[in-house]
């Protein structure tokens, strides 16, 4: 799987889960913007680990995969500049 798949299926996962965690904090009656500041119950602490560590992956891959030229733009490394 190239680089870019992986980045595009972790993405994916990603958004599921922010979709999952934000339903699940409403129908418990807590705003989701408020997750970093409380103490979650069980299940939901449980969806934030998972979503921090798919983050984390993400942003990892993401790094490995790219660079920054002297003007700040971000590209892949394998591109042809």
């Known amino acids: 799987m190239s680089d ?6 972790l993405a ?3 958004r599921e889960l ?10 418990r ?9 409380i103490a979650l119950p069980g299940p939901l602490a449980k969806l934030y680990s998972e979503r921090e560590e798919l983050r984390a992956e993400l942003a990892t891959l993401t790094i490995e995969t790219s ?12 591109q042809k500049n």
């Open 29 to 37: 009656g807590f705003d989701p913007e408020q997750a970093e500041h």
């Open 12 to 14: 994916a996962r990603l």
């Open 67 to 78: 660079t920054i030229d002297s003007t700040g733009k971000q590209y892949e490394r394998d």
């Open 4 to 9: 870019e798949e992986q980045r595009s299926e």
């Open 18 to 27: 922010e979709e999952s965690f934000e339903r699940e904090m409403r129908t």
